[in-house]
């Protein structure tokens, strides 16, 4: 299964809501996740199951969406933020990523 | 809080093997299913195995597949992997997961460089 997100760079300010899109080649229900990975870091879980968000992920993010269409949004772009973002699905193996979606300071 | 370490990375030459191990602390390990995840330099993230809690279930990427071999001892909280006829391509950080929500603990990555 191929995930395509878009953008692949997003420019922002802090403050700016963003929203990050992530597509499967086919249906994945609602088994994708969003990671958040910064320089030099090992990612991090930030929502699971397409919209439950992990312990200790801060309420700022969500996700949304199901079958081939995802979103994760940002409501107030924060400067701990600025980093890359992955979605996965785990809906069958290969699990797959898409490729990354960096957030940049405007 | 869970920790996952890993170790065994270094520089090999092509067609060469490597065997990583990842050190597992601070939870049941032998609950729950392990994974392998790479990356490399500049790139994006590459998912390369799994194998259940109880070893009996594995699955590998297809560029991996009948090179790499994913196992693990629950009695010592250890996965590994097992690398064999590595090419450049290979070249990656590799990083162990513990499958829970999803990957929701990640170790620090082992550095595998395949380099004549």
């Known amino acids: 299964i191929q995930m395509t997100q878009s953008p692949s760079t997003l420019s922002a300010s802090v403050g700016d809501r963003v929203t990050i899109t992530c597509r499967a080649s086919?249906?994945?229900?609602?088994?994708l996740a969003w990671y958040q990975q910064k320089p030099g870091k090992a990612p991090k879980l930030l929502i699971y199951k397409a919209s439950s968000l992990e312990s200790g992920a801060p309420s700022r993010f969500s996700g949304s969406g199901s079958g081939t269409e995802f979103t994760l949004t940002i409501s107030s772009l924060q400067p701990d933020d600025f980093a890359t973002y992955y979605c996965?699905?785990?809906?069958?193996?290969?699990?797959?990523f898409g490729q990354g979606t960096k957030v940049e300071i405007k | 809080q869970v920790q996952l370490v890993e170790s065994g990375g270094g520089v090999v030459q092509p067609g060469r093997s490597l065997r990583l191990s990842c050190a597992a602390s601070?939870?049941?390990?032998?609950?729950?299913?392990m994974h392998w995840v790479r990356q490399a330099t500049d790139k994006g993230l590459e998912w390369v195995a799994v194998i259940s809690s109880d070893g009996n279930t594995k699955y590998y990427a297809d560029s991996v597949k009948g090179r790499f071999t994913i196992s693990r001892d629950n009695s010592k909280n250890t996965l590994f992997l097992q690398m064999n006829s590595l090419t450049t391509d290979d070249t990656a950080l590799y990083y162990c997961?513990?499958?829970?929500?999803?990957?929701?603990?990640w170790g620090q990555g082992t550095l595998v460089t395949v380099s004549s």
């Open positions: 601070e939870f049941t390990f032998s609950n729950y299913a």
């Open positions: 996965q699905q785990y809906n069958s193996y290969p699990w797959t």
């Open positions: 997961a513990r499958r829970s929500t999803s990957l929701d603990s």
């Open positions: 086919q249906s994945i229900s609602s088994w």
